[in-house]
């Protein structure tokens, strides 16, 4: 019962955190479970709730979406993101939490540092980027920092870097959940109910999410996601699951 409670709080905050910086419900959410479940099977649980999360978010900024970007830089980052989720079935626990905490470090890092909105990739880096995150995604599930990086170098405005960022994350969510139901099926429908808890948190999260943290002032929100998923990447660096 507390874990549930704790699952449900966390996937609101996660939520909320996505709707306004397009990234971080995987990287909230995924380290909580894996506390109870190990990364690999969190990482598996978690897709579900981020498919239903991003889907949520993609309708509502679905005028913005850039379709060029989309069409071309999205469909390779689906297929990467499906080559990670083959990986991801032959990768042990421990592995994917070290991964999963480096990615969270170096994503902590950038927002503290302001790294991601001064980071302009060439067209060509900018295309290797977007495998790496599809990689990621498939992977470990947490692709965010390094596909926003990626993007910067298409120069779209910010409303469709946000909306194309999402849509983008969600071809990826769909390479990827098919091959976790294939490998991880039985294990994910034990869990069940965590997986319902999160998928309705996340959608309260999306919801409410942009009018509540409006309020905040935008540097002061980065720095404080920054500073959690630093320390929960470290954490998870020093105590793999």
């Given at each position: ?127 290797v980027a977007g495998g790496l995150s599809g990689i990621f995604g498939g992977l470990v ?101």
């Amino acid at each position: 019962m507390v874990f549930d409670l704790i699952v449900a709080v966390v996937a609101v905050v996660a939520g909320m955190v996505a709707s306004v910086a397009g990234f971080g419900i995987g990287s909230l959410l995924t380290p909580v479970l894996a506390f109870q479940v190990g990364t690999k099977l969190a990482v598996a649980l978690v897709a579900l709730p981020h498919v239903g999360g991003t889907a949520l978010r993609l309708w509502m900024l679905r005028a913005h979406v850039d379709r060029h970007v989309l069409l071309n830089f999205g469909i390779a980052s689906a297929v990467c993101g499906l080559v990670g989720a083959v990986l991801h079935a032959f990768a042990t626990s421990i592995v994917l939490s070290r991964i999963f905490g480096g990615l969270l470090v170096l994503a902590g890092i950038s927002s503290l540092v302001g790294l991601m909105e001064r980071l302009q990739l060439p067209r060509w880096a900018a295309w290797v980027a977007g495998g790496l995150s599809g990689i990621f995604g498939g992977l470990v599930g947490n692709q965010g920092s390094i596909r926003s990086a990626a993007l910067l170098g298409f120069h779209v405005p910010r409303d469709a870097f946000v909306a194309t960022a999402t849509a983008i994350a969600l071809l990826v969510d769909v390479g990827r959940v098919p091959v976790y139901l294939a490998t991880q099926g039985s294990a994910i429908l034990h869990y069940w109910p965590q997986v319902v808890i999160g998928l309705a948190g996340v959608a309260v999260g999306t919801l409410v999410g942009a009018r509540l943290l409006r309020r905040i002032p935008e540097k002061v929100f980065r720095r404080i996601v920054g500073l959690l998923i630093l320390a929960i990447g470290i954490y998870m660096l020093v105590h793999p699951t």
